[in-house]
């Protein structure tokens, strides 16, 4: 049975029709059918209400600033900022594994806190501080947590390593000596089909100047 134009047209307790709704904030069908996105759409000069800017769907400008270098890519809007780093910039220490924000593998800090990477734009991140695993080193020392890493044997096959390390990091800087209950927190969203989950959180207490090998329910010898 077709529907009437009275029900199509039913209005909410606030008056307003469901189309008037959507046309108000600007996603009718013309928007969706063109693919626009909310952070393709941003204010041009930065005033409230006034005139936006669409960018896209083609190559964009965008800048980026990865490990404190400035470079300038040109990319579709809806690319991810793992590809970005991955395809555009030859950073490939941040992995593709899940791409859908479940394992952890790509793994960056953006203004020093850990984001996967395959979950956010690249258009996103412009003008903001990104530091990947290959910018964790400084002047070609490894970074501490690199070194527990390697002396805590805390990696198989070293695919999920570079966004553990990031992710240790991060947590070490906010927090200089967590718990181990702290740690598995902070490692939390981070997979290893490995199962080198004890010597990742050995390394990461080793850093923290913790015992190695905490005693009781928190033991790092305990699986994950
Ligand atoms: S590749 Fe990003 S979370 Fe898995
Ligand atoms: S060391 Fe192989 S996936 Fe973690």
Request: aromatic share 4%; net charge positive; with cysteine.
């Amino acid at each position: 049975m077709a529907r009437s134009a009275g029900k199509r047209g039913k209005r909410g307790k606030t008056g307003l029709t469901r189309r008037a709704f959507l046309k108000g904030i600007g996603i009718g069908g013309g928007a969706l059918g063109s693919g626009l996105l909310a952070s393709e759409v941003v204010p041009k000069g930065g005033a409230k209400g006034s005139a936006v800017t669409r960018l896209g769907p083609g190559p964009v400008p965008i800048t980026l600033k990865v490990n404190g270098r400035v470079s300038t890519v040109h990319l579709e809007p809806r690319v991810t900022l793992l590809d970005a780093l991955r395809d555009r910039l030859d950073l490939t220490g941040s992995k593709k594994i899940c791409d859908r924000g479940e394992c952890g593998g790509c793994a960056v800090l953006l203004e020093g806190k850990p984001v996967f990477a395959c979950m956010m734009l690249a258009l996103d991140a412009r003008g903001r501080s990104i530091t990947t695993i290959e910018g964790i080193a400084a002047k070609g020392a490894l970074h501490p947590v690199q070194e527990a890493f390697i002396a805590k044997d805390a990696l198989q096959c070293g695919f999920c390593t570079p966004g553990f390390v990031v992710a240790s990091k991060a947590l070490l800087d906010e927090n200089p000596r967590p718990s181990l209950d702290q740690v598995r927190e902070a490692l939390g969203g981070h997979l290893c089909r490995c199962g080198t989950y004890p010597r990742v959180f050995e390394a990461v207490l080793s850093v923290s100047g913790r015992p190695a090998r905490a005693q009781g329910p928190g033991d790092p010898g305990r699986s994950a």
